[in-house]
């Protein structure tokens, strides 16, 4: 929670059966991640809470020790997903998505999805 992240050049092809967050590339992302260039091709994918093409959960959370690391926001360039909406999946509510699903739209930047 306390660093910035980036996933690259990632490929999943595979069904996925998440547990609280199912994500096509990642289930869960906190504060501040770059995520590019990634393909999702899952035929199914299934988080209990919350579920997406891509990240599964994006949220902005937490007090990290230097507060200047966190810059709150998340970019996606150039990622893909396939897998249709009725086949993402949650087990209770309806947060699901197609590429993320975030609580926080104003943070979330999205690239030539």
Not at 72 to 95: A, W
């Amino acid at each position: 929670m306390s660093s910035p992240i980036q996933v690259l050049d990632n490929i999943n092809t595979a069904a996925i059966k998440g547990g609280n967050d199912g994500g096509g590339i990642v289930g869960t992302v906190y504060n501040n991640a770059t995520l590019k260039r990634n393909s999702n091709s899952a035929p199914t994918i299934n988080g209990v809470t919350f579920a997406a093409g891509i990240v599964g959960n994006y949220q902005i959370t937490g007090t990290p020790a230097d507060p200047s690391l966190i810059i709150n926001s998340i970019t996606l360039e150039s990622n893909t997903s396939t897998t249709d909406l009725e086949n993402i999946t949650v087990d209770t509510g309806n947060c699901k998505a197609l590429i993320i699903f975030s609580n926080n739209e104003e943070t979330t930047h999205i690239i030539n999805p």
